[in-house]
């Protein structure tokens, strides 16, 4: 029995030291490939990085027309910019179309600041203010960025024409049991152990081009690969996420921006469901000015239903200068 347990330590110390090994090996292949690719965040190959608050954002300006819309990401998308292009080149022609990638995401800087609705708002409008856009602007917010966009009309109503959400999230889309103070400590936690795979370089493994939108070009895919490997679940979002019941309160200090506003609702089957639609429809209806139209599909309406989603936010906009 002593020769068999003796055996089976061998086994057992083997694996250990090939496994230490091995994630040895795939961190020392991560680092030599982030030395490599940082010029790729001093100087992106889209778009234009600008200071705020002592660090680089990153917005994509591109376009002809007399409006301005202005994209704004749902948490978790790793790169803004090339998740609305497939969209926003279909209505490019039309409209000036601004992406904003926030601090975390895309080829904007990772930083230490914390992440509430009030402080990335205001640096959305310094980013604007850098790139020397000028308002006013039509928001068009993805999901959780749909309270950037509520609170900004709220605070500066002279720079919001009108609010065109994709889904976007209201506050009371988030006051449900999942999203309690101790249900978002336990999802912060669990980003953190993705954060710590990313940093030894497990994650750039993983970032293969299966898993991407097949509109993007090779070269796309391959800038996607290099933000996830190098930011995926990185510090500032995690401090995003955390300030989430944060920013309901914040925004609920406040009434129901009257301005206009049109909501493409999706069929709920990627969020809360019901609650999700009800709480979109319900906000709608506060406003004088407020549209709903309920799309029979997922969460991101503008890649799923992208026409209907064109010609719903061109008429919209176009009954605005009636």
């Known amino acids: 029995m002593k020769k ?3 055996a089976i330590g061998k086994i057992l110390l083997g694996l250990i030291s090939l496994i230490i090994l091995s994630l040895l090996g795939v961190f020392i292949y991560h680092r030599v490939n982030l030395s490599k690719e940082a010029s790729l965040f001093s100087n992106p190959p889209i778009g234009e990085l600008v200071e705020v608050d002592g660090h680089k954002m990153n917005v994509y300006t591109y376009g002809e027309g007399e409006d301005t819309l202005v994209f704004l990401a749902g948490a978790f998308t790793t790169s ?3 998740d609305f292009k497939d969209f926003t080149d279909q209505i490019k022609d039309d409209y000036k179309i601004v992406i904003i990638e926030k601090y975390g995401y895309g080829f904007s800087d990772i930083t230490d600041d914390d992440r509430t609705t009030d402080i990335m708002v205001d640096q959305d409008r310094k980013a604007l203010t850098a790139a020397g856009i000028e308002g006013p602007y039509i928001l ?10 509520i609170y900004w009309a709220q605070n500066y109503p002279e720079e919001v ?8 999230a209201v506050a009371d889309s988030y006051k449900i049991d999942d999203y309690s103070e101790e249900n978002v400590t336990k999802a912060v936690k669990g980003l953190k152990i993705y954060d710590v795979a990313r940093n ?4 750039r493994l993983f970032a293969n081009s299966s898993s991407y939108p097949d509109y993007l070009s090779d070269t796309e895919t391959s800038y996607i690969k290099t933000i996830a490997s190098r930011g995926y679940m990185n510090k500032t979002i995690q401090s995003e996420v955390s300030h989430i019941n944060d920013d309901v ?4 200090k406040n009434p129901v921006p009257d301005v206009p506003t049109l909501l493409l609702i999706s069929d709920g089957s990627e969020t809360t469901g019901e609650r999700w639609i009800d709480s979109e429809l319900d906000y709608a209806s506060k406003l004088s000015n407020g549209k709903t139209v309920q799309l029979n599909c997922g969460h991101a309406v503008y890649h799923e239903k992208p026409d209907e989603v064109k010609n719903e936010m061109e008429s919209f906009i176009d009954s605005l200068e009636d």
């Open 161 to 168: 024409k009108a609010i065109v959400g994709l889904d976007m």
């Open 140 to 149: 068009c917010p993805h999901s959780f960025s749909g309270l950037e966009a």
């Open 200 to 203: 030894i370089g497990i994650v």
């Open 80 to 82: 803004p910019i090339l």
């Open 249 to 252: 309160a914040l925004v609920d």
């Open 4 to 6: 068999v347990f003796k």
